[in-house]
């Protein structure tokens, strides 16, 4: 199986900056693609910004320009630079992995797997 480890969430001003990190661990043969999603209150998960295995990047339109989305395919972890955050960015994030893994039985399997989620929230 593979564990994934989110930190960084916390109480920002607006305009304020937060990093989220997320690190991966368990018996990881590969990472493909990653992706960052958030839930507000109320609201349905959103997709936020995801990384390839190539580093090719997306985000959504509201976080184009303040969200950057890195990786370190040495260390197993990614990273969600925000910076100019907006009270509307305030939203439980969690990472997502599409990770080849070796399973209980000794075999190769492949899957997605969640982190347990950060809290941000945006507020003055």
């Known amino acids: 199986q593979v564990q994934l480890v989110e930190s960084g969430g916390g109480l920002v001003q607006p305009g304020g900056s937060l990093r989220l990190s997320c690190a991966a661990s368990?018996?990881?043969?590969?990472?493909?693609?990653i992706r960052w999603y958030r839930q507000a209150p109320g609201n349905q998960r959103e997709l936020v910004a995801g990384?390839?295995?190539?580093?090719?990047?997306n985000y959504v339109d509201s976080v184009k320009g303040r969200f950057t989305v890195s990786r370190d395919n040495a260390k197993d972890t990614v990273s969600l630079q925000m910076i100019n955050l907006k009270p509307e960015d305030t939203a439980v994030y969690y990472c997502?992995?599409?990770?080849?893994?070796?399973?209980?039985?000794?075999?190769?399997?492949?899957?997605?797997?969640w982190g347990q989620g950060t809290q941000v929230t945006v507020s003055s």
């Open positions: 990384i390839s295995s190539d580093g090719t990047t």
């Open positions: 368990g018996r990881i043969l590969s990472i493909y693609d």
């Open positions: 997502s992995v599409d990770a080849a893994y070796v399973d209980a039985g000794g075999r190769y399997s492949r899957r997605d797997f």
